[in-house]
Nanobody, 125 residues
Framework: QVQLVESGGGLAQAGDSLRLSCAASGLTFGNYNMAWFRQAPGKEREFVTAISRSGDLTITSDSLKGRFTLSRDNAKNTVYLQMNSLKPEDTAVYFC??????????????????WGQGTQVTVSS
């Protein structure tokens, strides 16, 4: 079955960097657009960033542009979320998601077919 396994979360201080990874199995990775969402306590799941199956197209939440960068390595079936200049408001559970390829990239959770279990990121001030 399809599995998306996130890693790299943890505790950080404001201004630090973290890199999250999401390793996929059970699917043909190169046929899927990939994305990250996050969810803070008491809030709805929020779009972070997405990348096309080939990696030639990315979109990022306007509020996170310049700090968060998404990349992928199709040979390793893995996507990477580089998070720089972390802020306490970045504290959330971060989820990796996969969408069977179709043209363009989407920002709504309902558009994605598979999800990981999430990894906690906590940023202290």
């Amino acid at each position: 079955q399809v599995q998306l396994v996130e890693s790299g979360g943890g505790l950080a201080q404001a201004g630090d960097s973290l890199r999250l990874s999401c390793a996929a199995s059970g699917l043909t990775f190169g046929n899927y657009n990939m994305a990250w969402f996050r969810q803070a306590p008491g809030k709805e799941r929020e779009f972070v960033t997405a990348i096309s199956r080939s990696g030639d197209l990315t979109i990022t939440s306007d509020s996170l542009k310049g700090r968060f960068t998404l990349s992928r390595d199709n040979a390793k079936n893995t996507v990477y979320l580089q998070m720089n200049s972390l802020k306490p408001e970045d504290t959330a559970v971060y989820f990796c998601a996969a969408e069977r390829w179709r043209y363009g990239l989407r920002r709504k959770p309902d558009d994605y077919d598979y999800w990981g279990q999430g990894t906690q990121v906590t940023v202290s001030s």
